[in-house]
């Protein structure tokens, strides 16, 4: 197994609460077909600062967020990420494979 690091681009933020239950809902869903292949939840991103040896500045707000799964394969784990939620909303999903170092 492999694992691969799934980073969400796009999430629109609910405009009521009804609406952030419904997507809470796809979300729990979605995570819950993912079965064991999902190694962590994750979390959201607040708005990130970039730091460099000369300066800290404010970066640009466009990932909504992290999940850690396994999969057999990188076309396995793109397979799982299409069936994401965030396709409601116009996201995307960044797919990384994570390869051990040494």
Not at 40 to 56: A, L
Not at 58 to 66: F, I
């Amino acid at each position: 197994m492999h694992k691969f690091l799934f980073i969400y681009y796009g999430w629109k933020i609910p405009q009521t609460p009804e609406e952030g239950k419904q997507k809470m809902k796809l979300w729990q869903d979605w995570f819950e077909s993912l079965g064991e292949k999902l190694t962590s939840m994750g979390g959201t991103f607040s708005k990130p600062v970039i730091v460099d040896k000369n300066e800290v500045t404010e970066g640009e707000h466009s990932k909504a967020g992290y999940s850690f799964i396994e999969a057999e394969s990188l076309e396995k784990a793109i397979a799982a990420a299409k069936s994401c939620p965030i396709y409601e909303d116009g996201g995307k999903i960044e797919v990384i494979q994570i390869e051990r170092m040494g």
